[in-house]
C-alpha cells in the first residue's frame, strides 16, 4: 500500500472530573470521551522524507501530525507526505490536534506495518493526552491523564455544538485551577448510557473545567445559554472549551435548534459514533 486517507473524529466529553495535580505537573482526570461524526481527513502517502501540508487551517510548522510521523520514523525509519483537511475546530476542546495525530499514526501503520500496537498506543500517549482515545474512539472512560481507557455502552446521541470567537488555552485553564472540584457522577452517566436513557443522562452532563474557563472567556456562558433556550436538554462545555454541546432528543430537533447557534464562531449538528 502507498497511500491512504483517514478520518479523524472530533471528540465530547460528556463528564470531565480533575481528581489532583500529580508529582509530573499533570492533573489526573476522570472522564467519559464521546467520538462524533465530525472530523478532519488526513491523506499519508508513502515518502522519503516527511511533509505536512493543510487545507481549512494553517498547522503551525511544530503540529501534533509532523510529531507523530517523527515519532513513528524514529521508531521504524519510515517518512510520509501528510495532507490535512482541517474540520474541527482549534482551541475547541474537541480533539482536533489529537485526533489528527491518531489518524496519522493510524495511516502510517496501515502502510508501513512496522510497529506493534502496543507502542503504537504509547507513541500517541507521548504526544498528547486525548490522542490514545482519538485511536480507539466510541465512547470511553478515560482516567489517568487520559490514556486509561476502558470501553463503555453507548448509545445514539444527538448534538448541537457551538463554538465562540476566543478559545482557551488548555495551558493557561490548568495553571489558574483551583483543586478540589466538584466532580461529575461518572457511574450513573454509564449506567443512564448503557440503559440508553436520554433523559437519565442529561442531568449528569458535566464538566469541572467549564466554570473556570467560562471566566477566562465569558461568551462560553453565553453559548450554552443559547443551546438551553433553543430547547436543548442539557448543554455542557467539553474538554479545556471553548466549545459548548447541547444534548437533543432527535436529530429534527437539533437541526431546527441549529439556526439559534449561527451567530457564534462555530456551529454544527452533530451525532455520536461508535
Known amino acids: 500500500m502507498d497511500r491512504t486517507t483517514e478520518r479523524a473524529y472530533a471528540k465530547l466529553n460528556l463528564t470531565l472530573g480533575v481528581l489532583y495535580k500529580r508529582s509530573d505537573g499533570y492533573h489526573a482526570l476522570d ?5 462524533i461524526d465530525l472530523f478532519d481527513t488526513v491523506s499519508i502517502e508513502r515518502a522519503s522524507d516527511i511533509v505536512v501540508t493543510s487545507t481549512g487551517m494553517q498547522l503551525p510548522y511544530d503540529n501534533t501530525v509532523r510529531r507523530a510521523a517523527e515519532q513513528y520514523r524514529a521508531l521504524t ?6 495532507r490535512v483537511t482541517k474540520r474541527i475546530p482549534a482551541e475547541a ?5 489529537s485526533a489528527d495525530a491518531a489518524a496519522t499514526l493510524l495511516g502510517l501503520q496501515k502502510i508501513y506495518g512496522e ?17 490514545p482515545f482519538c485511536m480507539r474512539g466510541g465512547v470511553q ?10 470501553p463503555l455502552r453507548g448509545m445514539k446521541l444527538y448534538f448541537v455544538v457551538a463554538k465562540p470567537k476566543e478559545g482557551v488555552s488548555t495551558k493557561k ?8 472540584r ?30 473556570p474557563a467560562i471566566e477566562l472567556v465569558p461568551e462560553i456562558g453565553a453559548v450554552k445559554a443559547a443551546l438551553l433556550e433553543a430547547g436543548a436538554l442539557a448543554a455542557c462545555m467539553t474538554g ?35
Not at 476542546?93 to 490536534?97: A, D, H, V
Not at 485553564?173 to 478540589?180: A, G, I, T, V
Open 31 to 35: 472522564s467519559i470521551m464521546q467520538s
Open 77 to 82: 525509519g519510515r517518512s510520509a507526505h501528510i
Open 93 to 97: 476542546g474537541m480533539g482536533g490536534g
Open 115 to 131: 510497529a506493534d500496537e502496543k507502542t503504537l498506543f504509547e507513541l500517541g500517549a507521548s504526544i498528547g493526552a486525548d490522542v
Open 141 to 150: 472512560r478515560a482516567e489517568g491523564i487520559g490514556e486509561v481507557l476502558t
Open 173 to 180: 485553564l490548568f495553571s489558574l485551577l483551583k483543586l478540589p
Open 182 to 211: 466538584t466532580m461529575p457522577d461518572t457511574t450513573a452517566c454509564i449506567k443512564a448510557l448503557a440503559a440508553g436513557d436520554m433523559h437519565a443522562l442529561a442531568p449528569l452532563l458535566f464538566n469541572a473545567l467549564e466554570e
Open 240 to 274: 479545556s472549551g471553548s466549545a459548548v454541546f447541547g444534548l437533543f432528543e432527535t436529530r429534527e430537533l437539533a437541526e431546527t435548534a441549529l439556526p439559534n447557534l449561527e451567530k457564534f464562531a462555530f456551529s454544527r449538528v452533530c451525532e455520536s459514533i461508535g
